[in-house]
């Protein structure tokens, strides 16, 4: 599967930069360098849609999406900045965690919240905190492990396990890999119901 349409539609490095809401709105969130613009290139198959790079904390604004999803229905995908990044000043990520907090606590088109964490490393001490908050804020957070592609078949269900365990979650997350697609319909699958709450 993949998006019938995705287009860039605008950057906002403050909350008066906020476009107008129009579809539901899905949003990437993760540590810097975790692969969410490669996680939303793969998924859509626009290749360039996303900005990615070898440099951690590139993604500095929130960056808004016009997405057609597989099943037809609009969507707006929203990717987050990285957080957690050190070689970023503590005013700057104080900053963007600002930016992130004002998004996700205001935005009523904002549907779900899919938190992407690298498959090798699991939940650190940002997604034990990120993932409750944002589930008392009532902002159902859709995990995905990527770069699952570094991972043995063997590694990978006990990784999915230990991550729902340790964030206690009511499913186990997605698996996914940007390099090798896979992931990629689960992870449709599960948008299409998102977009549709
Ligand atoms: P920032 O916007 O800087 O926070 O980074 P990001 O989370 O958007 O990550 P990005 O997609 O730019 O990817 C970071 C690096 O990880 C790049 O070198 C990617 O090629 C690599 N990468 C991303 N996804 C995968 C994956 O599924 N498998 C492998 N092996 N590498 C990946
Ligand atoms: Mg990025």
């Known amino acids: 599967m993949r998006a019938r349409q995705a287009t860039f539609k605008i950057s906002a490095v403050a909350p008066d930069g906020f476009p107008p809401p129009g579809a539901p709105e899905i949003a990437f969130a993760g540590r810097s360098n975790v692969g969410k613009s490669s996680l939303m290139n793969t998924l859509t198959g626009f290749k360039g849609l996303a900005r990615t790079s070898g440099t951690p904390g590139r993604t500095r604004m929130l960056n808004w999406f ?14 987050l900045p990285g957080y957690g990044y050190a070689k970023v000043s503590k005013e700057m990520r104080k900053g963007f965690g600002t930016l992130i907090d004002a998004y996700i606590t205001s935005r009523d088109a904002l549907k779900a919240v899919i938190v992407i964490i690298d498959a090798r490393r699991g939940p650190e001490d940002e997604e034990l905190d990120f993932v409750p908050w944002l589930e008392e804020q009532g902002r159902a957070p859709l995990v995905v492990l990527t770069k699952i592609d570094k991972l043995s078949k063997s590694q990978r269900q006990p990784a999915a396990a230990a991550a729902r365990r340790a964030l206690g979650l009511k499913r186990e997350p997605i698996l996914f890999s940007a390099t090798s697609g896979e992931g990629i319909d689960e992870l449709w699958r599960a948008i299409d119901k998102l977009v549709q709450t």
């Open 66 to 79: 016009d997405v057609v999803i597989p099943t037809g229905r609009p969507a707006v995908f929203v990717d």
